[in-house]
């Protein structure tokens, strides 16, 4: 395993984290058992992923907490996330703290390492650092959690608006931000800002449908290219095909994880799974070189104007703040 240095946290945090949610979420959305899924947590800590991201939303802090018993608290970083809005109702500060003592309880530890608001819009950043944030921080004087930090609404904020907002403030040691080999535009407009101001960043989003289906992918190239958004001779059945080669990436998954690894600014990759295989197989990705200079500039220059292409959720997710 690599391990990188979260931002200005300190934290000593593996390049591949264990995202907790999603559809999948350990396996448990998809039938397994929770044995099956403090199994599946318990080989990824063996593998040396030490951050484990969840959220109340996600129904899985329980499974987290069972899974990390008899683990040397310093050995593994836990971050966890509480909406502050249901709909267009903002959630009251006292609600939120509520939040992290249930959080805390479920997973069974007296902190997290970082605790963050899960999927803020651009139109409740005010509510959530005005009035959320100084409730918070004095939890953490408290030591219920270590750092703070805070999720964009990706399919609802292409342009990142909201983290624009939050990078304006000194209050966040971490933000978690979507970035993928078609929706680039962090690299303009958030990355050099998180570096500068030592702002840790998990990347979600890596792979989604339009990755991993290729009906998917060939439907949004012919709308990206019926609207003028892409070359015409780009909208291909298989557009992504020329990253697949010797001494290339192995498959689009493959090309997918190590895109976003190497970006620049981009500290810890999120990966959500419920199968073993396939946790190993993200891990293998996320642990390789770059892609090839050439495969990242022809990228660049297809798809690097792009907003908001491929941050669908995957089929059947079930619907959580952070989109």
């Known amino acids: 395993m690599e391990y990188t240095t979260l931002g200005r946290t300190g934290l000593r945090v593996s390049v591949a984290g264990l995202g907790c949610g999603g559809f999948s979420r350990l396996g448990l959305g998809t039938g397994k058992s929770e044995a099956d899924a403090v199994a599946l947590i318990r080989e990824a800590l063996d593998m040396g992923v030490n951050l484990l991201d969840t959220a109340a939303a996600y129904g899985t802090e329980a499974v987290v907490g069972a899974a990390i018993k008899g683990t040397a608290r310093e050995k593994v970083v836990i971050t966890t996330k509480a909406a502050i809005h249901t709909g267009d109702e903002k959630l009251s500060a006292e609600t939120i703290v509520a939040s992290l003592d249930r959080s805390l309880r479920e997973l069974g530890t007296d902190h997290v390492d970082a605790f963050l608001l899960h999927g803020v819009p651009p139109g409740m950043y005010e509510h959530a650092a005005q009035t959320v944030a100084p409730a918070l921080l004095r939890e953490k004087e408290k030591g219920k959690l270590r ?3 805070i999720t964009e609404t990706a399919p609802n904020d292409p342009g990142h608006v909201m983290l624009g907002q939050a990078l ?3 209050i966040w040691d971490v933000a978690m931000v979507a970035f993928h080999m078609m929706h680039q535009n962090a690299r303009a407009s958030v990355f050099p800002r998180t570096v500068r101001q030592g702002v840790g960043t998990l990347m979600m989003f890596a ?3 339009i990755f991993s289906r290729p009906e998917r992918l060939a439907e949004t190239m012919r709308e990206l290219a019926a609207a003028g958004e892409i070359p015409a001779n780009v909208a291909v059945d298989r557009p992504l095909d ?5 001494g290339g990436a192995s498959s689009l998954m493959d090309a997918a ?5 190497h970006e620049p600014g981009a500290d810890v990759v999120l990966f959500g799974t419920g199968d073993r295989e396939h946790l190993r197989t993200n891990v293998a990705s996320i642990l390789k070189p770059a892609l090839p200079e050439a495969d990242r500039r022809r990228l660049a220059d297809l798809f690097g104007r792009l907003v908001g292409v491929g941050l669908d959720r995957p089929a059947h997710a079930t619907p959580s703040p952070a989109g």
């Open 168 to 170: 304006d403030d000194d």
């Open 147 to 149: 750092h703070l930090g």
């Open 257 to 261: 994880y190590r895109y976003v690894r």
């Open 242 to 246: 020329f990253l697949i080669h010797p």
């Open 207 to 209: 792979v989604r449908n």
